[in-house]
C-alpha cells in the first residue's frame, strides 16, 4: 500500500529517488456518455534526486507500483 510521505526508489533505468506526496482517486469521465465513469487510483510524488530533482509528478498507481520500490516504510 503506497502512503504519503514513504520514499521510493526507480527500479528500472535511472537510479532516482522520491517520495510520496499524496495519494488519490481521479474521475476520467467519458465526454460521449457522462453515465460511464472510471476511477484511476494516482500518486503524486517529488524527486529528490536525479534529473528531475524538485519536481512533482502524477502517476497511475498501477505504474508507479511497477517502476518503483519502497525503501522505508514512513
Same mark, same amino acid.
Not at 16 to 26: A, E, K
Not at 40 to 51: A, C, Q, R
Not at 64 to 71: G, Q
Given at each position: 500500500?503506497?502512503?504519503?510521505?514513504?520514499?521510493? #526508489?526507480? +527500479?528500472?533505468? =535511472?537510479?532516482?529517488?522520491?517520495?510520496?506526496?499524496?495519494?488519490?482517486?481521479?474521475? *476520467?469521465?467519458?465526454?460521449?456518455?457522462?453515465?460511464?465513469?472510471?476511477?484511476?487510483?494516482?500518486? #503524486?510524488? +517529488?524527486?529528490? =534526486?536525479?534529473?528531475?530533482?524538485?519536481?512533482?509528478?502524477?502517476?497511475?498507481?498501477? *505504474?508507479?507500483?511497477?517502476?518503483?520500490?519502497?525503501?522505508?516504510?514512513?
Amino acid at each position: 500500500m503506497i502512503k504519503v510521505g514513504t520514499l521510493y #526508489k526507480r +527500479i528500472h533505468g =535511472s537510479q532516482s529517488l522520491c517520495q510520496v506526496v499524496s495519494v488519490y482517486n481521479h474521475r *476520467d469521465i467519458d465526454p460521449e456518455c457522462p453515465e460511464s465513469v472510471a476511477i484511476i487510483g494516482m500518486v #503524486k510524488f +517529488i524527486y529528490l =534526486s536525479g534529473d528531475h530533482i524538485g519536481r512533482t509528478f502524477k502517476q497511475k498507481r498501477s *505504474d508507479f507500483n511497477y517502476r518503483w520500490e519502497v525503501i522505508n516504510d514512513a
